[in-house]
């Protein structure tokens, strides 16, 4: 279920918000793409996540040289996209783009895990710490062993905890924040899980990180 347009779960976010912005994209996509929040000039305008400013176009830019787009201009506000879905930790855009508070967060968490289990992904690709947060908590059940540079490119393995599925974690620093180098890192960590994914009918767990957490999920 998507959060409905006026959702007051957060006040300052929803005096705030020009939309509400859901989930956008395959709804059985192999790839999950999650970001912090909407940014005032891109998707709290366009009302699609990681569209209309900087930072959306060169995470667009960066699905199409991946496959994930039909498109070729990282510009279109309403791209048509391959296999992946794009959302958010927070649907409504926080006053003067501050981060979200923990308890923003948490009001809005239900869409997303609603969003995480209706998708059923394979991969999780977390953009940004407060994604990358999320994505530890609700995928590995633990806090981020580093800060989000130290994160940065790294994969972790992980089991969907309703079925049992095997699924690969990770984490990029956000476009908004990195550099060309850092960036072109980003393109080949996600260029070599896309790879790993198609030598494999089930996700491949070569070349994750080990975490007690994977390890307790491994042999329950
Ligand atoms: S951020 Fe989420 S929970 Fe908060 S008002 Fe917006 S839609 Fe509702």
Redesign the pocket.
């Known amino acids: 279920m998507p959060?409905?347009p006026d959702?007051?779960?957060?006040?300052a976010?929803?005096a705030n918000?020009r939309c509400?912005v859901?989930g956008y994209g395959d709804p059985r996509a192999r790839v999950m793409v999650v970001g912090e929040?909407p940014g005032r000039h891109g998707a709290d305008r366009t009302g699609v996540p990681f569209t209309g400013d900087r930072s959306g176009r060169r995470l667009q830019a960066l699905l199409i040289r991946a496959g994930l787009s039909w498109e070729e201009d990282p510009a279109m506000e309403r791209p048509r996209l391959r296999g992946v879905f794009l959302t958010n930790v927070?649907?409504?855009n926080p006053p003067g783009n501050r981060n979200?508070t923990p308890q923003?967060t948490a009001?809005?968490a239900?869409?997303l895990r609603e969003e995480l289990e209706a998708v059923r992904p394979a991969v999780v690709v977390a953009v940004g710490w407060f994604a990358a947060r999320w994505a530890f908590a609700e995928l590995l059940g633990q806090r981020p062993p580093a800060g989000m540079r130290a994160l940065h490119g790294r994969r972790w393995a992980w089991l969907a905890a309703a079925d049992r599925r095997p699924g690969v974690l990770l984490c990029l620093v956000h476009p908004a924040r990195v550099s060309r180098q850092q960036w072109q890192e980003a393109e080949e960590a996600l260029a070599a899980v896309l790879r790993e994914q198609a030598l494999s009918p089930s996700i491949s767990s070569e070349g994750c990180e080990a975490t007690p957490a994977v390890a307790r999920a491994a042999t329950a």
């Open positions: 959060a409905p959702c007051q779960r957060c006040p976010l929803a918000r509400v859901n929040a927070v649907r409504c979200p923003e009001n809005c239900p869409f």
